[in-house]
């Protein structure tokens, strides 16, 4: 059963940039499986990121870009700010009807 | 405005049924696949259901198909989730989103809405 993986925790300075990535236990993310990015602050609802490997969300700043590298779908986000501090989960459309998320990986801006 | 807004949840028996609402607003609802997303306390996101523009085509998580079912009314501008046999591993918020196609199975996800708690306890 395939699972998709995200590394838990991830951190960056102000100003800087971090990648986070989604991949699967086995096999390779493609634009096929449309890696869908988003972000959660505690107490609040998720807001979309980036869907469709690289396409924004509207109202997304351009500090955030989404890609595919090497095997995995990744989110770049440049610029930090301390309010980028957030939970980000990735998912996939994995076909016939079923999309899967990652566990969520918390970002912390120090 | 694109606004999504659930209503419907509260405390439920296990083995009994919930209807979650799910209005959609600013934007023409019979152009877009919808889906029903989760969230159980303190845990990641879970991906419960989708729908077509036209209804035609849903999909459904391992862990509730033959339990939920979507549906929606268009001339209504509104989503529905009929949840059967419930459990306590399906307390959660659930969330409301919009696709980012006509079809919940392209493309990805949009707008979500802020959620409607479900608890099933006896």
């Known amino acids: 059963q395939t699972v998709v993986t995200q590394e838990p925790s991830f951190s960056v300075s102000p100003g800087g940039t971090v990648t986070l990535t989604c991949g699967f236990t086995?096999?390779?993310?493609?634009?096929?499986?449309?890696p869908t990015w988003f972000q959660q602050t505690p107490g609040q609802a998720p807001r979309t990121l980036i869907y469709?490997?690289?396409v924004r969300s509207s109202g997304i700043p351009d500090r955030f870009s989404g890609s595919i590298l090497g095997t995995k779908a990744a989110l770049t986000i440049t610029g930090a700010q301390a309010d980028d501090e957030s939970d980000y989960y990735c998912?996939?459309?994995?076909?016939?009807?079923?999309?899967?998320f990652g566990g969520g990986a918390k970002l912390t801006v120090l | 405005e694109v606004q999504v807004v659930e209503s419907g949840g509260g405390l439920a028996q296990p083995g009994s049924s919930l209807r979650l609402s799910c209005e959609g607003t600013?934007?023409?609802?019979?152009?877009?696949?919808m889906h029903w997303v989760r969230q159980r306390p303190g845990k990641g996101l879970e991906w419960v259901s989708g729908?077509?523009?036209?209804?035609?085509?849903?999909g459904y998580a391992d862990s509730v198909k033959g339990r939920f079912t979507t549906s929606r009314d268009n001339a209504k501008n509104s989503l529905y989730l009929q949840m059967d046999s419930l459990r306590p591993e399906d307390t959660a918020f659930y969330y409301c989103?919009?696709?980012?196609?006509?079809?919940?199975?392209?493309?990805?996800?949009?707008?979500w809405g802020r959620g409607t708690l479900v608890t099933v306890s006896s």
């Open positions: 998912v996939f459309y994995m076909g016939s009807g079923l999309w899967l």
């Open positions: 989103v919009r696709g980012s196609s006509a079809y919940f199975s392209m493309f990805g996800f949009d707008k």
């Open positions: 086995s096999g390779s993310v493609s634009t096929t499986y449309y």
């Open positions: 469709n490997t690289n």
């Open positions: 729908i077509h523009w036209d209804s035609t085509n849903r």
């Open positions: 600013g934007f023409s609802f019979n152009e877009y696949g």
